[in-house]
């Protein structure tokens, strides 16, 4: 379980040190940095399958990404004295992000690639690209020097062996590549191996589509899918699936509790399937194409986490999209129900989401975290922190 979630540099957070639990809510204003927070986990989690420097440049580069404001903000700004004016960067630039476990820790940081004159054809084409500087792999929940496992720097990669010393790599790395996807080897570098697993596992759903046209409305093949797809087009096969091996039951009880005296009717046609909900008084099943969006997103959040193959790490964005208020309490307790296999945060808008999370977890008997984010100066803080003494101890690796 990640215990501590740490940003540098990306959009608004300037420098975002998160406690983690087992069950996260992130609360917060439009424009506070709950998407920005969201969108770097995803990042990170991009590491791990050698996407990280492409998702970056899906986003413009680092010139987007990085944080806009002046390097330090000093007290007289801070007191409204002085306006906020840049200043000459001492520092590289650096954009970092890491997480942290009882088990191991793992930090990566991007910068501007060093000049190249690329190849016989001319310059290279690639000089935005961003690189990456440093990676570090580490056990327990806080960096030091004793604990590092596996360390990245420039295109070297040494790892400590069973004995306590130091080896180099095999070969090098190109400035794109994560030593989490070339260097996982189960017999010498098997932390990296681990890292990059438990990263994998993770599994992220944001605004999944419900329009007319949404892929999860439609008739398709269907397969044992223990996981349900990032655009929700196997629905059907999902939820036929949690009810044969998983938990038939905790999804009966789901569909009852939102939509009293519904369940949920999987048609095949052929080896197509076709979703339905069958309600109280109707001679037929309703089909997906008849379903409101609300309804239809309830039942794709149910087919998420009643999942049968639960993930280390679950991260819902903005859940409540397209909700009625009454579906709120329902949805809060298939969160909490999935709460008992994985860890999971919720980046929601709702209030009454996050308060019906926090009963339920007093109900349920489980850790929740609830972090509210703010904006001072540009910068995304967390509510209530007075100075560096409040968030959880960080290190990153220097360059």
Same mark, same amino acid.
């Not at 797809?229 to 096969?237: I, R, T, V």
């Given at each position: 379980?990640?215990?501590?979630?740490?940003?540098?540099?990306?959009?608004?957070?300037?420098?975002?040190?998160?406690?983690?639990?087992?069950?996260?809510?992130?609360?917060?204003?439009?424009?506070?940095?709950?998407?920005?927070?969201?969108?770097?986990?995803?990042?990170?989690?991009?590491?791990?399958?050698?996407?990280?420097?492409?998702?970056?440049?899906?986003?413009?580069?680092?010139?987007?990404?990085?944080?806009?404001?002046?390097?330090?903000?000093?007290?007289?700004?801070?007191?409204?004295?002085?306006?906020?004016?840049?200043?000459?960067?001492?520092?590289?630039?650096?954009?970092?992000?890491?997480?942290?476990?009882?088990?191991?820790?793992?930090?990566?940081?991007?910068?501007?690639?060093?000049?190249?004159?690329?190849?016989?054809?001319?310059?290279?084409?690639?000089?935005?690209?961003?690189?990456?500087?440093?990676?570090?792999?580490?056990?327990? @929940?806080?960096?030091?020097?004793?604990?590092?496992?596996?360390?990245?720097?420039?295109?070297?990669?040494?790892?400590?062996?069973?004995?306590?010393?130091?080896?180099?790599?095999?070969?090098?790395?190109?400035?794109?590549?994560?030593?989490?996807?070339?260097?996982?080897?189960?017999?010498?570098?098997?932390?990296?191996?681990?890292?990059?697993?438990?990263?994998?596992?993770?599994?992220?759903?944001?605004?999944?589509?419900?329009?007319?046209?949404?892929?999860?409305?439609?008739?398709?093949?269907?397969?044992?899918?223990?996981?349900?797809?990032?655009?929700?087009?196997?629905?059907?096969?999902?939820?036929?699936?949690?009810?044969?091996?998983?938990?038939?039951?905790?999804?009966?009880?789901?569909?009852?509790?939102?939509? @009293?005296?519904?369940?949920?009717?999987?048609?095949?046609?052929?080896?197509?399937?076709?979703?339905?909900?069958?309600?109280?008084?109707?001679?037929?099943?309703?089909?997906?194409?008849?379903?409101?969006?609300?309804?239809?997103?309830?039942?794709?959040?149910?087919?998420?986490?009643?999942?049968?193959?639960?993930?280390?790490?679950?991260?819902?964005?903005?859940?409540?999209?397209?909700?009625?208020?009454?579906?709120?309490?329902?949805?809060?307790?298939?969160?909490?129900?999935?709460?008992?296999?994985?860890?999971?945060?919720?980046?929601?808008?709702?209030?009454?989401?996050?308060?019906?999370?926090?009963?339920?977890?007093?109900?349920?008997?489980?850790?929740?975290?609830?972090?509210?984010?703010?904006?001072?100066?540009?910068?995304?803080?967390?509510?209530?922190?007075?100075?560096?003494?409040?968030?959880?101890?960080?290190?990153?690796?220097?360059?």
């Amino acid at each position: 379980m990640i215990s501590t979630l740490a940003v540098e540099n990306y959009r608004s957070l300037r420098r975002l040190i998160v406690p983690l639990t087992k069950l996260n809510v992130i609360t917060g204003a439009n424009g506070t940095g709950k998407s920005s927070l969201y969108r770097a986990l995803r990042l990170l989690a991009e590491s791990a399958r050698g996407g990280a420097v492409a998702a970056l440049a899906k986003e413009g580069g680092l010139p987007s990404v990085l944080w806009a404001g002046p390097e330090k903000i000093g007290r007289a700004v801070r007191e409204g004295l002085h306006p906020v004016q840049g200043t000459a960067r001492s520092g590289p630039v650096s954009l970092q992000l890491g997480f942290a476990g009882d088990e191991f820790g793992y930090a990566i940081d991007f910068g501007h690639p060093s000049p190249t004159s690329g190849s016989d054809s001319g310059p290279s084409m690639f000089n935005l690209d961003p690189e990456i500087k440093r990676e570090s792999i580490w056990s327990g @929940p806080v960096l030091r020097p004793a604990s590092v496992l596996s360390d990245r720097a420039g295109a070297a990669v040494k790892l400590r062996g069973a004995g306590g010393g130091w080896s180099r790599a095999h070969g090098t790395l190109r400035p794109y590549d994560s030593m989490l996807g070339e260097l996982a080897d189960p017999q010498h570098a098997p932390d990296v191996l681990a890292v990059r697993e438990f990263i994998r596992s993770w599994r992220f759903y944001d605004h999944v589509r419900t329009d007319a046209d949404a892929p999860a409305r439609a008739d398709r093949i269907g397969t044992r899918t223990p996981v349900l797809s990032g655009d929700g087009s196997d629905l059907a096969a999902a939820l036929q699936t949690i009810r044969e091996v998983g938990d038939g039951a905790a999804l009966d009880a789901a569909v009852d509790a939102a939509f @009293p005296g519904s369940r949920v009717h999987i048609a095949d046609l052929g080896g197509r399937f076709r979703l339905g909900l069958r309600q109280h008084g109707l001679l037929r099943p309703l089909t997906a194409a008849e379903l409101s969006d609300g309804t239809l997103r309830y039942l794709l959040w149910a087919a998420a986490l009643l999942t049968p193959r639960p993930p280390s790490l679950l991260v819902l964005n903005e859940p409540e999209t397209s909700l009625h208020p009454d579906l709120i309490p329902p949805l809060a307790e298939l969160i909490l129900t999935a709460t008992k296999n994985t860890q999971i945060i919720v980046v929601t808008h709702a209030r009454p989401l996050a308060d019906a999370l926090q009963k339920g977890a007093i109900r349920h008997r489980l850790d929740v975290n609830s972090t509210e984010l703010v904006k001072e100066f540009g910068q995304t803080t967390v509510a209530g922190r007075e100075g560096p003494l409040d968030e959880p101890l960080w290190y990153w690796p220097t360059r």
